[in-house]
């Protein structure tokens, strides 16, 4: 009876797979073609060029100033960002996890609303924000606080602060994921035993949201280095980031062999990222698969 | 923009098979997009594809040259005709992507100046790099020359300039005491120097003329170099600026055709027809942009008041500096674009 029942949800199961596989196709041929077939052409263009093999593009690296220096200045405003997500979003995320239910819903709700606006408008809105003439200094200004304009945008401060903006939601959620899933009975325990508030955190409740937290970081460090219009419309022409220096390459010196190197350094930089996270968290974590 | 675009190519190629065209013919015409491209579709596309009973199908870049280099790469372009910044046209030219254009099918461009035609473009509308300044700021006493906008005792205040050194290394040598005829070949180290002293008093270096016309209007920057078109559309919102066309640097972006252009024939024409002058001079009611073809302030469509606003019109033409092309497309011109992202940066 049992073995008459299973032979055919086993072939069941097989054309099941066979469909899944056919309904996968598509998806598998547009990922090849628009993702594994263009990154290899990059690379590929990065060194061929007029018909021969060639370095000339890797070795700007070295002796152009502007390269590094622009790979320095961008990694800095990601680590700055990623520290300032991480001091800004472990409190929201904690708050957010230990509110009952309903209320959980709405902090999420405010993290998220802005998460869903447009990147290019909420740059704008920061510089509404943030220029001379706008709010923030015409409000010092009218309390007396200051004289002159502080220079808040058009500089690295603005492009820093607008980023942070943008990416908080990406700190926020992966740290609540993991925080709700803290068992609370833990908690408890550490405190029937005796460790003050202070100390329960510090030595149950924080490490085990360090996963959270590594994936939210891993997650806007990556997202800063590529980042392209908030620096472009609030970095005042001297906040100059990698992605930058791609699209210069190739508008203003039509150089796509160097604009391929570029690209190609920063990918590597990216796996280099996430194969250093993944040493300390399984990198399905960090993507959020788990 | 699209649907008027479709209605545009419909009511041209209508009145092509109107006209008698069995087999109508047709190009694809790029230009930069936006208010513009609309501008010039009314003032020159729509009455060229009319006189030549063509259709004009219309595709826009901000940016025609990375698509130029990989059109042309692979042998089968698509575009025609580009309305792109000369410079696109002659270092395309000297690539073998641009087609070498044949003057004695365009006799339109006959009466042009010598310079502002090379041979692979032709000059199709002026623009100009002024000096734009806020007027409450300033008051009776408003900057009038580069010189000026070097001197941040007399005239304190914040300044933006463009992230590029086109017109940007003129206006230093300019301020640094170079006559205007004798600018080009570029001092470029000199430049960098004079640059370098009003560095510290750039509050932006803008990208995109959106921006920089944003800056005017936010007032968060109180002088600044700008395009003559965003100035004049800041002020018409009842912001008090204004600029001057003293020192300014004249612009024109031009017309060429792309090498192995599928139509290259009615290309040919089409260029011809839109630099008649009666055509052109329909620029200044749409933009304020002036004509490629100085005949056409001769046809007395263009009245007194208004060519004294255009930056080609001979008058102001002549207070002007028209940017070199020709040395922005030499390697000494391109070795200082690639020295400022590193200028910039420092």
């Known amino acids: ?290 | 923009m699209l649907p008027k675009f479709s209605t545009l190519v419909l009511s041209a190629s209508v009145i092509g098979f109107s006209v008698g065209f069995a087999s109508a013919e047709q190009i694809t015409f790029v230009s930069q997009g936006g208010a513009y491209q609309e501008a010039q579709t009314k003032a020159i596309l729509d009455p060229v594809a009319a006189l030549l009973g063509i259709t004009i199908n219309q595709d826009s870049a901000p940016d025609a040259w990375p698509v130029i280099k990989t059109q042309t790469a692979t042998g089968k372009p698509v575009w025609d005709v580009v309305d792109t910044p000369t410079q696109d046209c002659i270092r395309g030219g000297q690539q073998d992507m641009i087609e070498k254009l044949d003057f004695s099918k365009i006799p339109n461009a006959q009466k042009m100046p010598a310079q502002y035609k090379s041979p692979y473009s032709v000059a199709y509308e002026f623009y100009s790099s002024v000096l734009a300044y806020n007027k409450d700021k300033f008051g009776d006493n408003p900057p009038k020359s580069w010189a000026d906008f070097w001197d941040v005792k007399k005239f304190p205040g914040t300044r933006a300039l463009r992230n590029h050194p086109l017109a940007t290394l003129e206006a230093a040598l300019l301020a640094d005491g170079v006559p205007a005829d004798k600018l080009y070949p570029l001092d470029v180290d000199r430049a960098f120097k004079k640059l370098q002293e009003i560095k510290p008093y750039i509050t932006v270096w803008w990208t995109s003329g959106a921006q920089s016309a944003q800056l005017l209007a936010d007032r968060e920057v109180d002088m600044e170099m700008a395009w003559n078109g965003r100035v004049t559309a800041v002020a018409k919102e009842g912001i008090p600026v204004s600029y001057t066309f003293n020192q300014g640097f004249l612009q024109y972006t031009s017309l060429c055709i792309l090498k192995g252009a599928p139509n290259l024939d009615t290309a040919v024409k089409f260029v011809n027809a839109a630099m008649t002058p009666d055509i052109q001079a329909n620029f200044p009611a749409y933009i304020d942009y002036g004509p490629g073809n100085p005949e056409a302030y001769k046809t007395g469509k263009i009245t007194p008041e208004r060519a004294a606003e255009m930056p080609s019109s001979p008058e102001n033409a002549a207070k002007q500096v028209l940017v070199s092309d020709e040395w922005w497309s030499s390697k000494a011109g391109e070795d200082a674009q690639k020295r400022w992202a590193s200028f910039i940066q420092q």
């Open chain 1, 1 to 290: 009876m049992t073995i008459s029942i299973a032979s055919p949800s086993d072939s069941h199961e097989r054309s099941e797979q066979r469909l899944m596989l056919l309904l996968l196709a598509p998806a598998l041929l547009v990922v090849g073609a628009l993702l594994i077939v263009p990154l290899g052409w990059l690379a590929w263009q990065s060194i061929w060029q007029d018909g021969g093999f060639t370095i000339v593009n890797y070795q700007r690296f070295l002796t152009d100033s502007v390269y590094w220096m622009t790979f320095l200045q961008t990694f800095r405003i990601a680590f700055v960002v990623t520290l300032a997500t991480v001091l800004l979003g472990y409190p929201v995320a904690y708050v957010a996890a230990g509110l009952p239910q309903r209320w959980s819903m709405i902090v999420l709700a405010l993290v998220l609303l802005p998460f869903w606006t447009s990147v290019l408008v909420r740059a704008y809105a920061w510089l509404i924000l943030l220029q001379r003439t706008g709010i923030v200094n015409s409000a010092l200004k009218s309390a007396g606080l200051i004289d002159s304009p502080l220079l808040l945008v058009n500089n690295e401060f603005g492009t820093v602060l607008a980023t942070i903006h943008i990416l908080l939601p990406f700190m926020v959620l992966p740290l609540y994921a993991t925080m709700k899933k803290i068992p609370q009975e833990l908690v408890m325990a550490g405190s029937s035993l005796g460790g003050s508030p202070l100390h329960v955190f510090l030595r149950v409740f924080l490490p085990l949201s360090l996963p959270g937290m590594i994936a939210g970081m891993v997650l806007v460090f990556v997202l800063t280095l590529g980042f392209y219009i908030t620096p472009e419309l609030l970095g005042g022409g001297r906040t100059y980031m990698v992605s930058m220096l791609v699209s210069r390459n190739i508008q203003v010196y039509n150089e796509w062999g160097a604009a391929s190197s570029i690209s190609v350094v920063l990918m590597i930089c990216v796996f280099l990222v996430f194969k250093l996270a993944s040493l300390l968290i399984p990198f399905e974590r960090i993507i959020g698969t788990r």
